[in-house]
C-alpha cells in the first residue's frame, strides 16, 4: 500500500474544517427555524466527533441519544458513550432498545441480517420521535468511506437531516477526533455498527480503511481509472474491484426513491 497517499488524504486543515462545520450546523438552525441538534451517540468515532462538534458551539442545544441492545451491544460501548457524555456535558438519555426488539421478533420471521438493520431503522425511528417532540434537526454520522461504499442502513443510521461529517474518509475523521479531543480508545477502536454479536466493520467488509479510503480517493479525488488506482494504491486488482463493486451496487442508497419517467 502506498504510504504517500494516506498521508495525502490525512493532511487536512482540520482547524479550518472545525469550524466549516460550527458554521453550518448555526446556519441550519437558523434556516429551518430549529430548537437545537438531536445525535446518537453510540461509542463509535463517528458519533463522537458530531458530540464534540456539537459541545463546542451547541453544548445546551444538543441531546444525545445512547441506545444500545444490551442483547447485543457490548458494555464497553456504552460506557465509552457515558464517558463522551461527561466529558461534554451535552444532555443525554439512555434507551435500551431490547424490548422494543423483542416486540418486533414476535411478528416477523426469523432472519438475523434484517434484525441487525432493523435495529438501526429502531434508533432512527426514536430520533425522530424527540427530533418532532423538540423541534430538533437529526444529525447523521455517516462519512465518505461508508457512504460511498454503501456501507450503512438505508432508512436506518443512513437517514439524517444534517450530515456534517460525509465529506471526510474514515481516516480523516481519526484525525479530526484527535483535533476535538476525542478519547484515545474512541478513536482506536474497530469500528462497528453491532448490529449483531462480535459485529466489526472491516472483518465485514473484508477491507482495512486504509485500503478503502486509498481506493475511493484514487477514484473520486484523483479521477484515476481502476488500473490506474491498482498502480497508484499498490492494493490488489481484487480489493480495488470490491471496492468499486460495492459503489456501483448500493448507488440506490444514496438517491432519492425512484419513479417511473412519463412521456
Not at 130 to 155: H, M, P, R
Request: one cysteine or more; glycine letters at 6%.
Amino acid at each position: 500500500m502506498n504510504s504517500e497517499i494516506i498521508e495525502e488524504i490525512e493532511n487536512q486543515n482540520y482547524e479550518k474544517i472545525t469550524k466549516l462545520y460550527e458554521e453550518f450546523l448555526i446556519e441550519q438552525i437558523k434556516k429551518n427555524k430549529a430548537e437545537g441538534l438531536i445525535l446518537g451517540l453510540s461509542g463509535g468515532i463517528d458519533s463522537a466527533v458530531l458530540a464534540y462538534l456539537c459541545k463546542r458551539i451547541l453544548k445546551d442545544k444538543t441531546l444525545a441519544l445512547i441506545m444500545p441492545d444490551t442483547d447485543i451491544t457490548p458494555q464497553y460501548e456504552t460506557e465509552d458513550a457515558l464517558k463522551m457524555i461527561s466529558l461534554t456535558g451535552i444532555p443525554y438519555k439512555l434507551i435500551d432498545i431490547k424490548p422494543i426488539v423483542k416486540e418486533y421478533t414476535h411478528y416477523l420471521e426469523p432472519n438475523d441480517w434484517a434484525k441487525g438493520n432493523l435495529r438501526a431503522r429502531i434508533r432512527t425511528n426514536i430520533l425522530y420521535y424527540y427530533a418532532n417532540a423538540k423541534n430538533y434537526l437529526v444529525l447523521g454520522s455517516s462519512d465518505k468511506s461508508e457512504y460511498l461504499i454503501g456501507y450503512f442502513t438505508k432508512f436506518g443510521d443512513g437517514a439524517a437531516d444534517l450530515v456534517p461529517i460525509i465529506s471526510l474518509y474514515k481516516l480523516q475523521v481519526r484525525k479530526i477526533a484527535e483535533y476535538l479531543g476525542v478519547p484515545k480508545n474512541v478513536i482506536d477502536k474497530k469500528s462497528s455498527a453491532h448490529l449483531w454479536k462480535n459485529h466489526e466493520a472491516e472483518k465485514e467488509i473484508g477491507v482495512t480503511y486504509e485500503e478503502i479510503d486509498s481506493i475511493l480517493y484514487c477514484m473520486f479525488d484523483k479521477k484515476l481509472t481502476l488500473e490506474e488506482t491498482v498502480t497508484k494504491t499498490g492494493i490488489g486488482n481484487d480489493i480495488v474491484n470490491k471496492i468499486y463493486n460495492l459503489y456501483v451496487n448500493s448507488e440506490h442508497k444514496r438517491l432519492p426513491a425512484q419513479a417511473p419517467k412519463r412521456e
